[in-house]
């Protein structure tokens, strides 16, 4: 695994990095987020950088936070896995207000900036966040298959392996050890053994309307404590829920979210499919492919508002973009020769888009019923309403 692919997120951080003294970077674990920050790093000649993991790069700051930071005043710092230390964001909102310079720290973080809640109280207006999540479309195409990326998902470590059996052990490793080790460091006590059983669970439900009761008679467990697991699941970047639509025109609308496994590659190992034969005749396929579409659209949208809709009589689309007053309804289809059903020209009839979407197998776009355009996740990223040349 030798293949190296340039992460879209650089320039970004790079930008922020000039306009703010310190800059979060926020993401699971292995998704890449010190292998960007080191190339960042290669810019700033006297930039330092210490991984919080290892006992000997930790002691260098607590034997005198004080002392180490004035003896580095002109460099940028980077701290890698920030969570370990959570006491020194003090430390650092002291130091930042007395260099009034931009690009003083650069830290790395495996948890929310929720979990990671003395960040967000400390650094007030003095931090910028990004969140650097696995590999998305955009950054893979031309260099694996577009049924490569949505069966191994988008961790450096899975999609780059050149054996499906290596990208396999990678991702059941992984699952392993962020339900035993990861997950404890970060300060959750919940065996390990109870969380990968309803893990499993939620990957079993991928893409439906949560039940919360139905979850916790399954475990035993009271829906509260359901809701607190998926918060942990969610904080930690490995599920994401899907809000549904809100509107105050009096329609009865669903209120509980979609939960998905955010990347599929990980969602095929909890299901334990393999290969590309088995998820076609999975029954998560669908939602599999959905949620495959949807994360690549949300990444390529950061300024939008996204939603579901559903209403109590099972109408539904997928995916609802909002920016100001502008509104795109997207419906997805695993399919080469999709076909929109009722529940979709019901629920455009309430919601009134400016734009409807069709993203499904298909080889070239083409303008499908009523309006809608029909088009694959390349060409609609390409060429779509997210497009920078529309």
Not at 101 to 123: P, V, Y
Not at 126 to 145: D, L, M, Q
Request: glycine share 6%; net charge neutral.
């Amino acid at each position: 695994m030798t293949k190296k692919i340039k992460r879209q997120f650089q320039a970004t951080i790079e930008t922020r990095l000039k306009h703010n003294p310190v800059v979060a970077l926020l993401g699971a674990r292995q998704v890449g987020k010190s292998t960007l920050a080191k190339l960042v790093l290669e810019k700033y000649p006297n930039s330092i950088y210490l991984d919080l993991e290892k006992q000997t790069d930790r002691r260098k700051i607590e034997n005198d936070i004080e002392l180490f930071l004035s003896q580095n005043k002109s460099k940028l710092i980077c701290l890698d896995e920030i969570q370990m230390m959570p006491d020194i964001f003090q430390a650092i909102r002291s130091y930042v207000d007395e260099n009034d310079r931009n690009a003083q720290f650069l830290i790395l973080g495996s948890a929310s900036r929720d979990l990671i809640k003395q960040s967000s109280e400390t650094l007030a207006g003095r931090i910028a966040y990004i969140e650097i999540t696995p590999f998305h479309f955009n950054e893979i195409k031309g260099e694996v298959s577009f049924y490569d990326h949505w069966l191994k998902g988008g961790y450096p470590k899975s999609i780059l392996q050149k054996r499906i059996e290596e990208s396999i052990y990678w991702r059941n490793d992984y699952i392993k050890t962020f339900l035993e080790r990861d997950l404890p460091q970060l300060g959750f006590t919940i065996p390990a053994v109870t969380l990968d059983r309803f893990w499993r669970m939620l990957a079993h439900t991928h893409g439906q309307v949560i039940n919360y009761s139905s979850l916790g008679r399954s475990l035993d467990v009271t829906h509260h404590t359901i809701k607190s697991y998926i918060d942990i699941l969610e904080q930690t970047f490995v599920i994401k829920t899907l809000r549904p639509y809100f509107s105050n025109e009096g329609k009865r609308l669903i209120k509980s979210p979609k939960v998905y496994i955010r990347d599929t590659g990980l969602l095929h190992a909890l299901l334990e499919v393999e290969e590309m034969n088995s998820l076609l005749g999975h029954p998560v396929v669908g939602h599999s492919f959905e949620f495959y579409i949807i994360e690549n659209i949300i990444m390529n949208a950061p300024n939008w508002r996204y939603s579901f809709f559903r209403d109590s009589s099972g109408n539904e689309v997928d995916l609802v973009l909002e920016k100001g007053t502008k509104k795109i309804a997207i419906e997805i289809k695993c399919s080469t020769s999709p076909r929109l059903e009722k529940g979709f020209w019901n629920s455009v009839k309430f919601l009134k888009p400016d734009e409807m979407w069709l993203i499904a197998q298909v080889d070239t776009a083409y303008p499908g019923p009523g309006g809608v355009k029909v088009t694959n996740l390349e060409l609609f990223l390409e060429e779509g309403p997210l497009s920078l040349h529309t």
